[in-house]
């Protein structure tokens, strides 16, 4: 497994990307827009024959013709940790993260991704616990590791620090937060839900639909995780990293399950329809506040790019709930000031 430890400047991808590599150079995911990929196989394959970890640096800010990257655009450093996995260990790093992704929660998962002089904890890795207990880990001060942990989370993006353990041996210790699968729960059965269905199937998002059974596509039951009557709405769990979009076009119904939705309070909201759709079911509701002051809400849905078809109201759509979701305000990139990322 290569994955990105450390990003220094620019880079398409950040911390916490990783390229899965097979021994026979077979490989998902990546760590880069496809320019560092090569090599990371090739390293990669020689993590697998030498059994061992190691971190490579790609530099790609020096005008050096001879650094992989260079004239591509990328302008910024890489930290990449090659670690191979072995399988009969039930802790290897691929079952940790199936456990990360089983909890469906946020996570913070500690790893070693530089020892000075005890090599043999370089790729090191612990899943923190949500009660911050169990904090045993490569010999650090566990007051320490709860500190940064707490700190993490309360960011919610990664971290590096350098440090010592109780034996003295200096670290660098990444602190990554890593998110749950990113929920939708899209609420109507006309043709349209197909759109959107299928975008988030892309994006790795889990889906759960909630309709009129005979009147959904056959091909929709296989990409969602489950498909609910309307009258099941209230089966599907919901937290702090779940969108719902109502797309029922039917105002009674959307009326009758946005005042549920709404006590929930998902992380985003997205209804179909007019603002003067929205200020109508506001007063026939008897909602006091002003819906537009909702953070989560939005209605009209989508980030104004024009949309007309069905395929592109649901990237729209997508769009707007990354934003929302990432706390960006979906504007164009050529107008934001500073980094496109987030400095780590």
């Known amino acids: 497994m290569a994955s990105v430890v450390n990003v220094e400047e620019s880079s398409y991808r950040r911390i916490g990307a990783r390229m899965l590599v097979n021994s026979n150079g077979k490989w998902i995911g990546g ?69 990360i992704t089983l909890k469906n929660e946020p996570c913070i998962l500690l790893k070693v991704i530089d020892a000075t002089s005890d090599t043999s904890l370089l790729g090191a890795s612990k899943i923190a616990q949500p009660d911050l207990e169990n904090l045993d880990f490569c010999d650090i001060d566990k007051n320490t590791l709860r500190s940064l942990v707490k700190e993490t989370r309360l960011q919610r993006r990664p971290q590096i620090v350098n440090l010592k353990n109780n034996n003295e041996e200096q670290l660098k210790l990444l602190v990554e937060f890593i998110r749950p699968e990113t929920k939708i729960i899209i609420i109507g059965d006309n043709y349209d839900v197909n759109a959107l269905v299928d975008i988030a199937t892309n994006l790795g998002w889990d889906i759960h639909l909630v309709g009129k059974l005979n009147k959904l596509s056959k091909s929709t039951f296989s990409k969602t995780k489950k498909v609910y009557d309307y009258n099941d709405y209230n089966q599907i769990p919901i937290d702090n990293y779940t969108a719902v979009v109502l797309m029922s076009h039917d105002y009674n119904l959307d009326k009758k399950i946005l005042l549920k939705v709404l006590a929930q309070n998902p992380a985003y909201i997205g209804m179909l329809g007019p603002k003067k759709r929205k200020e109508k079911m506001k007063i026939e509701l008897g909602i006091k506040e002003d819906l537009t002051s909702v953070s989560h809400f939005y209605s009209p849905i989508g980030l104004d790019i024009g949309a007309e078809s069905p395929e592109e109201i649901a990237l729209a759509i997508a769009a707007e709930i990354v934003a929302c979701l990432r706390n960006r305000s979906g504007g164009f990139l050529k107008d934001r000031s500073g980094t496109i990322h987030e400095r780590n």
């Open 31 to 99: 760590i880069s827009g496809g320019c560092l990929e090569g090599d990371a196989l090739r390293r990669s394959r020689l993590a697998i024959y030498k059994n061992e970890p190691s971190t490579v640096i790609y530099d790609t800010m020096e005008d050096d013709n001879h650094q992989i990257g260079i004239g591509l655009g990328c302008n910024g450093k890489l930290e990449v940790l090659f670690t191979p996995i072995d399988h009969s260990d039930k802790n290897n790093p691929i079952e940790k993260l199936r456990a």
